[in-house]
């Protein structure tokens, strides 16, 4: 008996190939229909028996694209219509928009032979793409994804491409990016006044030999500027270096092949499948430690690790194919500005950093940065999410009303959920210039339009002074404050999708508490929707607040001052205190002693700078984090599973006793090195004490400490031993990107 089936099915199915793959399967297994894009998903109408229908399904769910996958598959069985053929439908736009916009998608296998293929009419043309790859987010402008609604309205297809355009049959069917050099985006390269020096594969050429030239060039890519140099030219990266001004901060390495990687780094089959995965980050991986480097020493300056990735783009590959060496592709802007992603704005804000211009003129709807990711515990951390992971969403088990969250200050990123799927920005940054807080409220438009969302209520942090929270008071909807760890902590439970009660170890370095101080040490419980402190670190001082956390010597005093009181200044065999001249430390001491301009914290991440200071590891740091970096590297040179005693009262970590012991350790001419691995053992311990003293079986591990691979390893290693049921971040990152997600989360529960 023949019948009529019904499919709706939601995920990530447009722009994947799904409706030439739902054709040719149907077309296989002589079923009549058709099919149609919608702003909720794909919509699928079939006849034929029970059998042929059921098997069917089944291999939509076996057979399904590579990119795509699905979320949801609804089917109902209705009364038969008599379809005579199968047909692909034109696309409409009704209903609440909730269809999953693909990340921008990393060169294919079948692409690149094309770009490489001297006999193919798209022998390197910079972008070649199908429905397997290429842009996506960067390129929409509305849903459903058509090429009206993208940049690519602007180029009309040739008779060749809309052939294959058309045709259900071919791999570029309904690809919207669709193009080739005759009806394309094309190349140009510019000098830095704005002049054309000249165009397509000369272009190309030419910037190989001012690569090689040790010149710094600006390369408009996918989602934005890249600024490049010649990564084996120690001259060139000064230059960069001095241009950006960026003294220290580790620079990201594009490589020609991952032959070339592994003569530089250690690989493991994680972090290879990751390089040469479609989303195709950043990848952190160690140096080897052979010596035999090519590269410039001041590329990762004192630094045992490496950001590294392969070409992403057929523009990317033609280039790297041509230098044959590895470059540094760090991002196109100004420091705490976002990237650049307009030529016009590229030439006013970068024509003091480089050399000349490599342009297109396919526009970029929206900055998407490449993404940050490292192996934890044979598992992808993402630390930056953005190119090929944004803006996929997160499911919730409740729905809500439209909520729009803003994020946090630092790392921002904003969401937007529609019902139960929380769409998460891609990474903007710092909100510390003009240009980074025009960037954010864009960002917000951008997210607002593409799912035509009709916001109910706006979520930001608690802290009054975040300029993120401050856009919400101009704003009519009504607003709810979530505190910011809770938020770390609900982000995390949201991505794993587990429910309380649950123990929250939440470690960074700032956060607006309930109580006006800022936290960042702390245990928090989570049950019956609800989120409460119940420990921390035992509160110190900031002489200077936000100043410290650029001055980790700063920071060191502050505890000192604790330990010792006024008298620490005394001791010379203290480097925070030599760090100072003697009229820097007296105003230091007048903060402390007075209480001025010296907030309380509870920060674990100011912590851990304190004692990178005391062991004289850095005084001041160039960019953020750079203290704790440089203490977990320290603490991977040693190896022990000794620790300091952990000491609690009142559930206050009294951290005092292990910095006496750090500090004794030192003048007894112990090994730095053993001394950051105790500590980091310590700070495990801790966790340990804490998640027996309250005995839930579930803990969850977010922050930005928890960036920290050794301290991350270590407390999962450690939990499981003790038979705890340990989660941590993955694809959503446990520094301040993740926090827009848990703010929706937190106020979701209240519907």
Same mark, same amino acid.
């Given at each position: 008996?023949?019948?009529?089936?019904?499919?709706?099915?939601?995920?990530?199915?447009?722009?994947?190939?799904?409706?030439?793959?739902?054709?040719?399967?149907?077309?296989?297994?002589?079923?009549?229909?058709?099919?149609?894009?919608?702003?909720?998903?794909?919509?699928?109408?079939?006849?034929?028996?029970?059998?042929?229908?059921?098997?069917?399904?089944?291999?939509?769910?076996?057979?399904?694209?590579?990119?795509?996958?699905?979320?949801?598959?609804?089917?109902?069985?209705?009364?038969?219509?008599?379809?005579?053929?199968?047909?692909?439908?034109?696309?409409?736009?009704?209903?609440?928009?909730?269809?999953?916009?693909?990340?921008?998608?990393?060169?294919?296998?079948?692409?690149?032979?094309?770009?490489?293929?001297?006999?193919?009419?798209?022998?390197?043309?910079?972008?070649?793409?199908?429905?397997?790859?290429?842009?996506?987010?960067?390129?929409?402008?509305?849903?459903?994804?058509?090429?009206?609604?993208?940049?690519?309205?602007?180029?009309?297809?040739?008779?060749?491409?809309?052939?294959?355009?058309?045709?259900?049959?071919?791999?570029?069917?309904?690809?919207?990016?669709?193009?080739?050099?005759?009806?394309?985006?094309?190349?140009?390269?510019?000098?830095?006044?704005?002049?054309?020096?000249?165009?397509?594969?000369?272009?190309?050429?030419?910037?190989?030999?001012?690569?090689?030239?040790?010149?710094?060039?600006?390369?408009?890519?996918?989602?934005?500027?890249?600024?490049?140099?010649?990564?084996?030219?120690?001259?060139?990266?000064?230059?960069?270096?001095?241009?950006?001004?960026?003294?220290?901060?580790?620079?990201?390495?594009?490589?020609?092949?991952?032959?070339?990687?592994?003569?530089?780094?250690?690989?493991?089959?994680?972090?290879?499948?990751?390089?040469?995965?479609?989303?195709?980050?950043?990848?952190?991986?160690?140096?080897?430690?052979?010596?035999?480097?090519?590269?410039?020493?001041?590329?990762?300056?004192?630094?045992?690790?490496?950001?590294?990735?392969?070409?992403?783009?057929?523009?990317?590959?033609?280039?790297?194919?041509?230098?044959?060496?590895?470059?540094?592709?760090?991002?196109?802007?100004?420091?705490?500005?976002?990237?650049?992603?307009?030529?016009?704005?590229?030439?006013?804000?970068?024509?003091?950093?480089?050399?000349?211009?490599?342009?297109?003129?396919?526009?970029?709807?929206?900055?998407?940065?490449?993404?940050?990711?490292?192996?934890?515990?044979?598992?992808?951390?993402?630390?930056?999410?953005?190119?090929?992971?944004?803006?996929?969403?997160?499911?919730?088990?409740?729905?809500?009303?439209?909520?729009?969250?803003?994020?946090?200050?630092?790392?921002?990123? =904003?969401? @937007?959920?529609? &019902?139960?799927?929380?769409?998460?920005?891609?990474?903007?940054? $710092? %909100?510390?210039?003009?240009? #980074? *807080?025009?960037?954010?409220?864009?960002?917000?438009?951008?997210?607002?339009?593409?799912?035509?969302?009709?916001?109910?209520?706006?979520?930001?942090?608690?802290?009054?002074?975040?300029?993120?929270?401050?856009?919400?008071?101009?704003?009519?909807?009504?607003?709810?404050?979530?505190?910011?760890?809770?938020?770390?902590?609900?982000?995390?439970?949201?991505?794993?999708?587990?429910?309380?009660?649950?123990?929250?170890?939440?470690?960074?370095?700032?956060?607006?508490?309930?109580?006006?101080?800022?936290?960042?040490?702390?245990?928090?419980?989570?049950?019956?929707?609800?989120?409460?402190?119940?420990?921390?670190?035992?509160?110190?001082?900031?002489?200077?607040?936000?100043?410290?956390?650029?001055?980790?010597?700063?920071?060191? =005093?502050? @505890?000192?001052? &604790?330990?010792?009181?006024?008298?620490?200044?005394?001791?010379? $065999? %203290?480097?925070?205190?030599? #760090? *100072?001249?003697?009229?820097?430390?007296?105003?230091?001491?007048?903060?402390?002693?007075?209480?001025?301009?010296?907030?309380?914290?509870?920060?674990?991440?100011?912590?851990?700078?304190?004692?990178?200071?005391?062991?004289?590891?850095?005084?001041?740091?160039?960019?953020?984090?750079?203290?704790?970096?440089?203490?977990?590297?320290?603490?991977?040179?040693?190896?022990?599973?000794?620790?300091?005693?952990?000491?609690?009262?009142?559930?206050?970590?009294?951290?005092?006793?292990?910095?006496?012991?750090?500090?004794?350790?030192?003048?007894?001419?112990?090994?730095?090195?053993?001394?950051?691995?105790?500590?980091?053992?310590?700070?495990?311990?801790?966790?340990?004490?804490?998640?027996?003293?309250?005995?839930?079986?579930?803990? =969850?591990?977010?922050?930005?400490?928890?960036?920290?691979?050794?301290?991350?390893?270590?407390?999962?290693?450690?939990?499981?031993?003790?038979?705890?049921?340990?989660?941590?971040?993955?694809?959503?990152?446990?520094?301040?990107?993740?926090?827009?997600?848990?703010?929706?989360?937190?106020?979701?529960?209240?519907?």
């Amino acid at each position: 008996m023949i019948k009529r089936l019904s499919l709706v099915i939601q995920g990530a199915v447009q722009g994947v190939g799904f409706r030439p793959f739902i054709f040719r399967l149907a077309s296989e297994m002589d079923l009549k229909g058709w099919i149609i894009n919608s702003s909720q998903g794909v919509f699928i109408e079939v006849e034929g028996t029970d059998v042929i229908l059921n098997r069917f399904i089944s291999r939509i769910r076996e057979e399904k694209p590579g990119p795509s996958f699905i979320q949801s598959l609804e089917s109902k069985y209705l009364d038969p219509v008599g379809f005579k053929a199968f047909e692909i439908k034109k696309s409409e736009d009704k209903g609440v928009k909730t269809v999953i916009v693909l990340p921008d998608i990393a060169t294919c296998p079948d692409c690149l032979n094309e770009v490489f293929d001297p006999k193919n009419r798209r022998y390197l043309y910079p972008f070649t793409n199908c429905t397997n790859c290429g842009p996506r987010y960067s390129i929409i402008e509305s849903l459903p994804y058509d090429r009206p609604n993208t940049a690519m309205k602007h180029f009309s297809m040739c008779e060749k491409c809309q052939k294959e355009y058309d045709n259900p049959l071919d791999r570029r069917f309904h690809a919207q990016p669709n193009a080739c050099p005759d009806c394309g985006p094309r190349v140009q390269l510019w000098d830095n006044k704005g002049k054309v020096l000249t165009e397509k594969e000369e272009a190309l050429e030419m910037v190989v030999q001012r690569i090689n030239n040790g010149e710094v060039i600006a390369i408009k890519g996918l989602g934005g500027f890249h600024l490049v140099v010649n990564a084996q030219d120690i001259k060139a990266v000064s230059k960069l270096r001095r241009r950006k001004n960026r003294d220290e901060k580790p620079f990201a390495l594009m490589f020609p092949n991952i032959e070339s990687i592994k003569f530089e780094c250690k690989v493991s089959q994680k972090e290879e499948q990751l390089i040469h995965s479609s989303e195709s980050p950043i990848v952190i991986l160690d140096k080897l430690s052979s010596g035999q480097s090519n590269l410039a020493e001041n590329v990762a300056p004192g630094n045992p690790s490496l950001g590294v990735m392969l070409p992403y783009t057929p523009l990317h590959y033609v280039l790297m194919q041509l230098l044959g060496k590895p470059i540094v592709a760090t991002s196109g802007n100004l420091s705490d500005e976002p990237i650049c992603i307009d030529e016009i704005e590229a030439l006013d804000r970068l024509k003091h950093i480089t050399d000349c211009f490599l342009v297109h003129n396919r526009p970029i709807v929206r900055q998407v940065d490449d993404s940050l990711v490292r192996i934890v515990k044979n598992r992808e951390l993402v630390l930056r999410r953005s190119r090929g992971y944004a803006p996929l969403p997160v499911m919730l088990k409740t729905r809500a009303v439209s909520m729009l969250a803003v994020g946090a200050h630092q790392k921002n990123c =904003v969401a @937007l959920n529609i &019902e139960n799927r929380v769409f998460i920005s891609q990474h903007i940054g $710092d %909100l510390e210039t003009e240009e #980074a *807080f025009n960037a954010f409220e864009k960002t917000i438009s951008s997210i607002k339009n593409l799912y035509d969302a009709d916001i109910k209520q706006i979520i930001c942090d608690a802290h009054p002074e975040y300029l993120s929270s401050k856009y919400t008071k101009d704003i009519d909807t009504p607003n709810i404050e979530v505190q910011h760890h809770f938020a770390h902590m609900a982000s995390c439970i949201a991505e794993n999708e587990i429910e309380g009660p649950v123990l929250g170890i939440i470690w960074d370095g700032t956060g607006y508490g309930v109580d006006g101080k800022i936290w960042g040490g702390e245990f928090i419980h989570f049950s019956k929707k609800r989120f409460k402190r119940v420990g921390s670190l035992k509160n110190f001082l900031l002489p200077g607040g936000n100043q410290a956390v650029k001055e980790p010597r700063r920071t060191a =005093v502050g @505890l000192l001052f &604790e330990m010792y009181g006024k008298e620490f200044t005394d001791r010379q $065999d %203290l480097k925070p205190v030599t #760090a *100072f001249q003697s009229n820097e430390l007296k105003i230091i001491l007048q903060m402390l002693d007075k209480n001025l301009n010296a907030p309380q914290t509870s920060s674990m991440g100011r912590l851990f700078d304190g004692v990178a200071s005391i062991l004289g590891l850095k005084q001041e740091i160039s960019f953020e984090g750079q203290a704790a970096i440089e203490l977990e590297y320290l603490a991977w040179e040693s190896k022990t599973e000794v620790s300091y005693q952990v000491i609690v009262v009142d559930n206050l970590v009294q951290w005092q006793d292990c910095i006496f012991e750090i500090i004794k350790e030192l003048n007894q001419g112990q090994s730095i090195s053993l001394i950051a691995h105790k500590f980091h053992n310590y700070l495990v311990d801790i966790i340990i004490y804490f998640a027996k003293h309250f005995g839930e079986q579930k803990v =969850v591990l977010s922050g930005g400490c928890f960036q920290n691979r050794l301290l991350t390893e270590k407390a999962i290693d450690a939990l499981e031993k003790n038979g705890f049921q340990p989660y941590w971040h993955q694809r959503i990152p446990p520094n301040d990107g993740g926090i827009a997600l848990g703010q929706i989360f937190i106020a979701s529960l209240k519907h």
